[in-house]
């Protein structure tokens, strides 16, 4: 079966320093991987999709960048994060896209920008 | 974006019913989805629908009205349980197939 990992769960971060938060997926092959933020109070917005390796489209202009350096792995980065990054990221994959492929969402990870 | 809107909150009693209505505007509708999100923790899927009218899975249920753009999730036999956040989500071919979610619905169920 497939399991998708996203880590770390939780983390505390200093305005301007660096973040990479991780995520990968097992049991499959070739997913398309999906990068989500929420904040407090309002839906999920996609910030980076990916249907290859190497093949990241963003959503929103911002200071954070998305890489897919293996088939299964997906990695967020930023290289100064603002107070306003704060927020659940949840990492997804699905088979396809369109149609009833359904996004698997992996257990998040909360951010805390000081 | 596809302009979903739902209802922020809703209360109801354990036992009884609840139906969660969702509306939404998009040029190429490709199907709805409905996921549950308990505090605190990532999204779960539970219902999909493309076609008008109703999917029933146990006590939940998803129905579809694609001409009057809208959805509800119908929640039966409520339990403690069911106390979470339920979001509407739509994907839409002419926007690349992404998937774009409503702010979701909190339901809170009381004793």
């Known amino acids: 079966s497939q399991t998708i990992h996203q880590w770390p769960a939780t983390l505390v971060q200093p305005v301007g320093s660096p973040l990479s938060l991780e995520c990968t997926v097992e049991g499959t092959s070739n997913p398309n991987l999906y990068w989500y933020r929420q904040a407090a109070g309002r839906g999920l917005q996609l910030l980076f999709y990916?249907?290859?390796?190497?093949?990241i489209s963003s959503e929103v202009p911002q200071n954070l960048s998305a890489s897919r350096p293996q088939d299964r792995q997906f990695i967020l980065s930023s290289k100064k994060l603002l107070l306003s990054d704060s927020g659940f990221y949840l990492c997804?994959?699905?088979?396809?896209?369109?149609?009833?492929?359904?996004?698997?969402f992996g257990a998040g990870s909360r951010l805390t920008v000081l | 974006g596809q302009n979903i809107d739902q209802p922020t909150e809703m209360t109801a009693t354990e036992g009884a019913i609840v139906q969660i209505n969702c509306t939404y505007q998009t040029s190429g509708f490709n199907g709805l989805f409905w996921y549950q999100q308990h505090a605190g923790e990532a999204p779960t899927f539970l219902s999909y629908?493309?076609?008008?009218g109703l999917e029933e899975k146990g006590r939940f249920s998803s129905f579809l009205s694609r001409s009057k753009g809208y959805s509800y999730l119908l929640l039966k036999e409520l339990q403690m349980k069911d106390s979470a956040s339920y979001l509407c989500a739509v994907r839409d071919w002419s926007n690349d197939y992404k998937l774009s979610f409503g702010a979701g619905t909190t339901v809170t169920v009381r004793a």
């Open positions: 629908n493309v076609l008008d």
């Open positions: 997804a994959w699905s088979v396809g896209r369109s149609g009833a492929n359904v996004l698997t």
């Open positions: 990916s249907v290859g390796i190497g093949q």
